[in-house]
């Protein structure tokens, strides 16, 4: 029982050393952090041009190369990774915004399954990755 809980705390200060030092998979480009985003969620219609399509009802903000959605993220980015991971099917509980074990879990399922460096951490490639998977979804309900 011990060890277990030693290396739940040994994960979980690897991932806050990871997040502060802009983990995730990009190449940090000592650029200053902006906080600017590509995307945020988005409400499900049908595509104008008449095609039927339907966009995702939601999308992951995509971080800045060298940045990553992670333990230290705001909640509302943390709440939208939630919510289109369980879209997607991955097991993260009630997305409630919070960084926490199972939603942890369910970006590296996804990453290992979509052929991803399985860091946990949510950075250009896995967020781009993620809006790929829930616009291929939408296109095939």
Same mark, same amino acid.
């Given at each position: 029982m011990r060890?277990?809980?030693l290396l739940v705390v040994v994960d979980a200060i690897v991932l806050l050393a990871a997040a502060a030092c802009g983990?995730?998979?990009?190449?940090?480009?000592?650029?200053?952090?902006t906080?600017? !985003?590509e995307t945020g969620a988005v409400e499900t219609q049908t595509?104008?041009?008449g095609t039927g399509a339907t966009a995702p009802k939601v999308?992951?903000?995509v971080p800045a190369a060298g940045d990553a959605i992670g333990p230290l993220s705001p909640a509302r980015e943390v709440l939208l990774l939630q919510k289109a991971l369980?879209?997607?099917?991955?097991?993260?509980?009630?997305?409630?915004?919070?960084?926490?074990?199972?939603? #942890?879990?369910? !970006?590296?399922k996804f990453q290992r399954r979509h052929k991803l460096t399985a860091d946990g951490? !949510?950075?250009?490639?896995?967020?781009?990755?993620?809006?790929?998977?829930? #616009?291929?979804?939408? #296109?095939?309900?």
């Amino acid at each position: 029982m011990r060890a277990r809980l030693l290396l739940v705390v040994v994960d979980a200060i690897v991932l806050l050393a990871a997040a502060a030092c802009g983990g995730g998979g990009g190449a940090n480009t000592g650029a200053p952090d902006t906080g600017a !985003v590509e995307t945020g969620a988005v409400e499900t219609q049908t595509n104008p041009a008449g095609t039927g399509a339907t966009a995702p009802k939601v999308q992951v903000p995509v971080p800045a190369a060298g940045d990553a959605i992670g333990p230290l993220s705001p909640a509302r980015e943390v709440l939208l990774l939630q919510k289109a991971l369980k879209e997607l099917n991955f097991p993260v509980g009630k997305p409630d915004g919070q960084w926490g074990p199972k939603t #942890q879990a369910a !970006v590296k399922k996804f990453q290992r399954r979509h052929k991803l460096t399985a860091d946990g951490l !949510v950075g250009p490639k896995t967020a781009k990755a993620i809006n790929k998977a829930l #616009q291929e979804q939408a #296109q095939n309900p």
